[in-house]
């Protein structure tokens, strides 16, 4: 049994029926490390064993990855452990932003907020990367207010526009890869169900959007427009995904592979 280590810092953020599913079907115990249900809120937690992790999901929440919380500084530092020792980690939105400053980036307010369908400009780096390239159609569901450079030595993989609150566009990242740690500035792991409970738990999010948007329509159109693109993506993610793990050795299929040669060795 392999070992992933889940970091929420939200509680109706999950890791998607979709992607637990695959990682359950992959072999991987889920171990949930819930941030926010730390005392004091978002204090530091307990040290997890990189020798005994196979895998570190970091998930997105409404925090600023710049916020001094000692839990967030905790996981910096747990995310640049990982990247130095090889452990390959999968990071979306907020952990997306921490990965980035463990690996010496910054992040900062967009002047903007977004929470729906958003087109994003593939680089031709990530066209061709072996995990990334599994995208084929550059629309991804978003919910964020801050963005992310790209941290020496990291390639970036994919762009996009932001709309700020005085009306102009703003190119941002969209994704990067450093070794095995992927950073996604949006949701792979997002399935229409949880969409509808993250519109109910999180509508507060569709106000800061700006006075160009109206929250009650952003919302619905939201549903709507992923309950005809939710198959599309949880099928194209679920590639992804099972790219990911392949590419860094974790999958059941790499072990598969490497079977043959150890028994003939």
């Given at each position: 049994m392999k070992n992933a280590l889940i970091i929420r810092h939200a509680a109706p953020e999950s890791l998607g029926a979709n992607f637990t599913s695959i990682l359950s079907e992959q072999?991987?115990?889920l171990n949930p490390l819930n941030l926010f249900d730390l005392a004091p809120a978002y204090g530091p937690f307990?040290?997890?064993?990189?020798?005994?992790?196979?895998?570190?999901?970091?998930?997105?929440g409404p925090l600023s990855a710049n916020d001094p919380f000692p839990a967030l500084e905790q996981e910096q530092e747990l995310l640049s452990e990982a990247f130095r020792a090889g452990v390959p980690v999968f990071a979306v939105c907020l952990g997306a932003q921490l990965l980035c400053r463990a690996l010496g980036g910054t992040v900062q307010p967009t002047g903007g907020y977004q929470f729906g369908l958003r087109k994003i400009s593939v680089t031709e780096a990530g066209d061709v990367d072996p995990v990334f390239g599994k995208i084929r159609v550059p629309l991804v569901p978003t919910l964020h207010g801050d963005c992310f450079s790209?941290?020496?030595?990291?390639?970036?993989?994919?762009?996009?526009?932001?709309?700020?609150?005085?009306?102009r566009y703003r190119r941002?990242?969209?994704?990067?890869r450093a070794g095995n740690c992927f950073a996604f500035q949006f949701e792979p792991q997002?399935?229409?169900?949880?969409?509808?409970?993250?519109?109910?738990?999180?509508?507060?999010?569709?106000?800061i959007m700006g006075d160009n948007f109206d929250p009650a329509e952003e919302a619905a159109r939201n549903l709507r427009e992923f309950a005809k693109f939710a198959p599309i993506h949880e099928a194209q993610m679920g590639d992804l995904l099972l790219a990911f793990l392949l590419d860094c050795g974790i999958s059941s299929a790499s072990e598969q592979a490497?079977?043959?040669q150890e028994a003939g060795a």
């Amino acid at each position: 049994m392999k070992n992933a280590l889940i970091i929420r810092h939200a509680a109706p953020e999950s890791l998607g029926a979709n992607f637990t599913s695959i990682l359950s079907e992959q072999g991987f115990q889920l171990n949930p490390l819930n941030l926010f249900d730390l005392a004091p809120a978002y204090g530091p937690f307990p040290q997890p064993d990189l020798c005994q992790t196979d895998l570190i999901v970091s998930l997105g929440g409404p925090l600023s990855a710049n916020d001094p919380f000692p839990a967030l500084e905790q996981e910096q530092e747990l995310l640049s452990e990982a990247f130095r020792a090889g452990v390959p980690v999968f990071a979306v939105c907020l952990g997306a932003q921490l990965l980035c400053r463990a690996l010496g980036g910054t992040v900062q307010p967009t002047g903007g907020y977004q929470f729906g369908l958003r087109k994003i400009s593939v680089t031709e780096a990530g066209d061709v990367d072996p995990v990334f390239g599994k995208i084929r159609v550059p629309l991804v569901p978003t919910l964020h207010g801050d963005c992310f450079s790209i941290p020496a030595g990291a390639t970036s993989l994919a762009e996009g526009h932001i709309l700020l609150r005085d009306g102009r566009y703003r190119r941002i990242n969209m994704a990067f890869r450093a070794g095995n740690c992927f950073a996604f500035q949006f949701e792979p792991q997002l399935t229409y169900d949880e969409l509808v409970v993250w519109n109910r738990e999180l509508y507060a999010d569709y106000l800061i959007m700006g006075d160009n948007f109206d929250p009650a329509e952003e919302a619905a159109r939201n549903l709507r427009e992923f309950a005809k693109f939710a198959p599309i993506h949880e099928a194209q993610m679920g590639d992804l995904l099972l790219a990911f793990l392949l590419d860094c050795g974790i999958s059941s299929a790499s072990e598969q592979a490497v079977a043959p040669q150890e028994a003939g060795a």
